[in-house]
C-alpha cells in the first residue's frame, strides 16, 4: 500500500509539473510581457491545477519517501518539463540579466537601474525594479555578467542563468545526504522535502533564481564544517564557500554565527570558539574582500540592500502589522507611516532573536560537553543543535524580512530539512507559498491587502499569545533528547 501511494504522488507531481510548464508557455513571465495585464484563464487554471499536484504529492510524503533513491528520482523527474518552462513566478531573471548586461558594459549596477544603463532588454524587467540598483553581491553579479557576456542574447542569457541555477540545486543535492546522516535524520525524508518542493522546481529551477546558488553554497559550506571541525584548512575552505554565499546574496550572514559553533572540535569553550572559528571568519572575509576588489565594485551593495524593500506586500509580517496600524490611523483622520516603523523594529528583533538562538545553541552545546554518551551520538546531538540553530535563523530571517517572496522558504527549508523531527511547521507555510504567485509573476496578495494584513496580523498576535502561555521550550525540534 505504501509503494502504491508513492508512485500514485509520483505521477501526481509528474502531470503537476508538466501542466506547470504548460501555464508558463500560456501565460508565464514571457520576454518584453512585463507590461501585460496577466496571464489568461487557461494558464491559470493549469497553475492551478498543477500546483495543487505538487504541493499534494509533496505534502503525502512529508514524512518520507520509499528510500533516498527513490526521492532523488522523482524528484529530478518532476524537475524536467521545468527545464523547458519560460520564467515562471517572477519576472526577477530578467533583472538578473539586465544587471549582468550593465555591468559588463561598464556601468556600476550599485550605483544606477538597469533603465539608466540603457539594457537593451529592459521591456522585460519588471517596472518596479527598472530604476533600483542591484541588492545583490559581487559574486553573483560577476556570474550574471559571464552569462550575458557569453549568452549574447536575452535567450542565451536566460539559458546560462538557469544552468547556473540548476547547478546549484545540484550542488545542494550532492551535500543533503552527509548533512542528514551527520546530524541523524533520514536522507530519504531530507531528500524529499529540500529538492520534491514545488518551490525548487517552479522558482528556483524554472524561475532562476540566484537563491539556488544560495542553498548550493550554504549546504556545501556546512557540510565542510561538519566534516572536519577543528582542522584549519577546511575550516578556510568552509570560510570561502560561506563567504560566496554571503557574496551572492546577504541572507548568509545569519548562518555564520552558527557555522562558528560548528567548526569548535572538543569541548566548548571561549578559547576554542576564537581558534576555530577564526579560522573560519578568515575565510569569509578574505572572500568578500577579494570578491569586492575583483569586481571593482568595492562594498556598493550594502548600502544597494535597502532598496530591496521598495515592494509592500502582507506577506511580510512586519509589513502587515504596519498596513493594520496604518488603516487604524487613517480611522482617526492621522497620517499612515507605520510601515517603516514596524519593519525597522522587525529588524532590531530579528538580531535580537539571532542573538538569542546562538545564545541557546552555545549553552547547549556547553552542557553536551559534560553528557556522557558514546562518541556517534554525542557528534550527531552537537551537529543538530548547529544545524538547528542555522535553519531558525533563516526562518526568522524570513518571517522578520521587510518583504517575503515565495522563493525564500527555500533558504530555512534546506536547512531545517536535515535536523528537525517536527516538520509541519515549516513544510506547511512552505506550501501554502507555492500558491502566491500566478505564472507570469503576479502576486495573489495584491488582491486581498487589507483582508491579507488583518488575517496575518491576526495569526501573529495569536502565536504570539501562545507562545507566552506555553513558554519558549528549548530545542524542540532536535531529533533526539540529548
Request: charged content about 10%; some cysteine; glycine content about 12%.
Amino acid at each position: 500500500m505504501q509503494v502504491r501511494h508513492a508512485r500514485v504522488a509520483r505521477v501526481a507531481g509528474l502531470v503537476g509539473a508538466v501542466l506547470l510548464t504548460v501555464a508558463g508557455w500560456l501565460g508565464g513571465a514571457l520576454p518584453g510581457t512585463a507590461a501585460d495585464q496577466g496571464a489568461g484563464w487557461e494558464a491559470v487554471a493549469a497553475w492551478a491545477i498543477g500546483t495543487t499536484l505538487m504541493v499534494g504529492a509533496w505534502w503525502a510524503l512529508r514524512a518520507g519517501a520509499p528510500s533516498t533513491g527513490w526521492a532523488y528520482r522523482t524528484a529530478g523527474l518532476w524537475l524536467l518539463p521545468l527545464l523547458f518552462a519560460p520564467p515562471l513566478g517572477s519576472r526577477d531573471v530578467y533583472s538578473y540579466a539586465c544587471q549582468g548586461w550593465a555591468y559588463a558594459a561598464g556601468h556600476d549596477p550599485y550605483a544606477v537601474g538597469v533603465a539608466a544603463a540603457g539594457c537593451p532588454w529592459l521591456d522585460s524587467v519588471a517596472p518596479l525594479w527598472r530604476d533600483t540598483p542591484a541588492p545583490y553581491g559581487p559574486v553573483f553579479l560577476l556570474v550574471a555578467a559571464l552569462a550575458a557576456t557569453l549568452g549574447g542574447g536575452l535567450v542565451g542569457t536566460l539559458v546560462l542563468l538557469r544552468l547556473f541555477a540548476v547547478a546549484g540545486v545540484l550542488l545542494a543535492a550532492l551535500c543533503l545526504p552527509g548533512l542528514a546522516r551527520a546530524a541523524g535524520v533520514p536522507t530519504r525524508r531530507a531528500a524529499w522535502l529540500a529538492l520534491a518542493t514545488p518551490l525548487v522546481g517552479v522558482h528556483l529551477v524554472a524561475g532562476a533564481h540566484n537563491d539556488a546558488l544560495l542553498v548550493g553554497l550554504l549546504t556545501l559550506g556546512l557540510l565542510v564544517l561538519v566534516r572536519y571541525p577543528g582542522k584549519p584548512r577546511p575550516l578556510l575552505v568552509a570560510g570561502v564557500v560561506l563567504g560566496l554565499a554571503v557574496a551572492v546574496k546577504a541572507t548568509a550572514l545569519v548562518v555564520l554565527p552558527f557555522a562558528a559553533l560548528a567548526a569548535v572540535l572538543g569541548r566548548y569553550t571561549v578559547r576554542a570558539l576564537l581558534r576555530d572559528a577564526g579560522w573560519l571568519a578568515a575565510g569569509v572575509l578574505a572572500t568578500l574582500g577579494v570578491t569586492s576588489l575583483v569586481s571593482g565594485l568595492g562594498l556598493g551593495w550594502v548600502p544597494a540592500l535597502t532598496r530591496s524593500g521598495d515592494s509592500e506586500q502582507w506577506t511580510s509580517p512586519p509589513t502587515a502589522v504596519g498596513f493594520v496600524i496604518d488603516y487604524g490611523l487613517e480611522s482617526v483622520g492621522r497620517t499612515a507611516g507605520a510601515v517603516p516603523v514596524t519593519r525597522f523594529v522587525a529588524l532590531l528583533l530579528l538580531a535580537a532573536v539571532v542573538a538569542g538562538l546562538w545564545w541557546w545553541a552555545w549553552r547547549s552545546l556547553r552542557r553536551l560537553g559534560g553528557v556522557r554518551q558514546r562518541v556517534h551520538r554525542l557528534t550527531a546531538a552537537r551537529i543538530r543543535v548547529s544545524l538547528l540553530g542555522a535553519g531558525l535563523a533563516l526562518a526568522a530571517t524570513v518571517a522578520l524580512a521587510p518583504v517575503f517572496y515565495p522563493w525564500y522558504a527555500t533558504w530555512p527549508l534546506a536547512v531545517l530539512a536535515v535536523v528537525a523531527t517536527r516538520t509541519t511547521w515549516f513544510v506547511l507555510p512552505g506550501a501554502l507559498a507555492c500558491f502566491l504567485t500566478l505564472p507570469d509573476g503576479t502576486s495573489l496578495a495584491r488582491f486581498a491587502k487589507a483582508p491579507g494584513a488583518i488575517v496575518m496580523t491576526a495569526l501573529i498576535v495569536a502565536a504570539a499569545l501562545i507562545a507566552t502561555r506555553r513558554g519558549v521550550r528549548k530545542g524542540p525540534f532536535l531529533t533526539h533528547t540529548v
